[in-house]
């Protein structure tokens, strides 16, 4: 058995990121500076504790009502730049070569934001950092929205001058039938996207055999509760499905007690075709080195398991043959200088 990965393997890794939401990146100062911005005390308007989001809630809407919270600053074109230097700032500070940003683009319009005006907002804030940190955006529709919010997030997608990926479909699950939003696969197609599905989180195992069967996802956002049904694990790994798996959000929220009890460390060893994210880092306590950290500590991860992992993502991303083959090569260079 090979050594464990060392703190220096984790932070030079060259890492690949697919489930980070935007609006849910932004950090305690940045939400501060936001709060102050629209003379609100940001103490008292974001709820904060010595200064810090809570960090555990005992459910979802504990979580909601604090990023509720902070992007209720998020007004206008200016703010959204903030916001998006400050996302890129920090995904190039943990040496992140490429990440697929989940952005709610309908709800910065639905806020007011012109969208043209919220494309160049992006686009300048993610300016802010070299290209050899390649951040893409994976547009998602909320589930509890219905299919008409779906149908306008299309409209706002088809008409984007940004650097868009794929389509998701996020929300409450068991909210809507799921059939409601076959119309994210066909658009994802039309438009040469890929489509994720986050499912299998707070829902039952049967989200995720709907996300796969009936909306024919390419990728499943978290896919947990397939821990709790055999068949569908086995399923998972013989079809190799590709499944985001964020660990510190599903402690935080209440769905696993630790990392020890969180399935991540069975997914890893049964062949899952698993990769990690930080899902909403700031209001999980949490960044993408924090979680490469502990699954080193948990499941016992090497320095050529943790390359693996990275190379995993690339792989099940939703780049181009062309970027996937450039994020390899460098994960490879890095393995490759010991
Ligand atoms: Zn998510």
Redesign the pocket.
């Known amino acids: 058995m090979s050594d464990l990965a060392t703190e220096r393997d984790i932070v030079t890794v060259p890492k690949v990121e697919l489930?980070v939401?935007l609006n849910?990146s932004i950090t305690e100062q940045t939400a501060s500076e936001l709060a102050r911005r629209h003379g609100a005390d940001p103490a008292t308007a974001l709820e904060l504790v010595d200064g810090r989001y809570v960090g555990h809630w005992p459910d979802f809407g504990g979580f909601l009502n604090s990023y509720l919270l902070a992007n209720s600053f998020v007004r206008t074109p200016e703010d959204l730049e903030l916001v998006a230097a400050a996302f890129a700032r920090g995904q190039a500070a943990q040496h992140v070569i490429y990440s697929e940003t989940?952005f709610t683009a309908l709800i910065q319009v639905r806020a007011g934001l012109e969208p043209e005006a919220m494309w160049a907002a992006l686009r300048r804030g993610f300016a802010t950092v070299g290209p050899e940190t390649r951040l893409a955006l994976v547009v998602d529709a909320i589930r509890d929205n219905g299919r008409a919010e779906a149908e306008a997030t299309i409209a706002l997608v088809e008409a984007a001058d940004a650097p868009v990926v794929g389509l998701c479909l996020?929300g409450v699950e068991g909210t809507e039938p799921v059939e409601r939003f076959h119309v994210l696969r066909e658009a994802a197609d039309r438009l040469g996207m890929g489509f994720e599905v986050?499912a299998g989180e707070m829902g039952p195992p049967e989200s995720i055999t709907e996300a796969l069967d009936v909306l024919e996802a390419d990728r499943i956002?978290?896919g947990v509760a397939a821990i709790h049904d055999p068949r569908l694990l086995d399923r998972l790994i013989r079809d190799q499905v590709p499944l985001d798996v964020?660990p510190s959000?599903n402690v935080s929220i209440g769905l696993f007690s630790s990392w020890e009890t969180h399935p991540v460390t069975t997914y890893w060893e049964r062949g899952v075709n698993m990769t990690i994210s930080s899902?909403?880092p700031p209001f999980f306590g949490t960044t993408l080195t924090d979680e490469l950290r502990q699954l080193v500590r948990v499941a016992g991860l090497s320095r050529d398991d943790l390359g693996e992992l990275q190379r995993r993502a690339a792989r099940n991303s939703f780049a181009s043959p062309e970027v996937k083959a450039a994020l390899i090569a460098e994960i490879d260079a890095w393995a490759a200088a010991g």
Request: glycine letters at 16%; hydrophobic letters at 10%.
């Open positions: 489930h939401h849910g989940i996020t986050h956002g978290h964020c959000s899902d909403d």
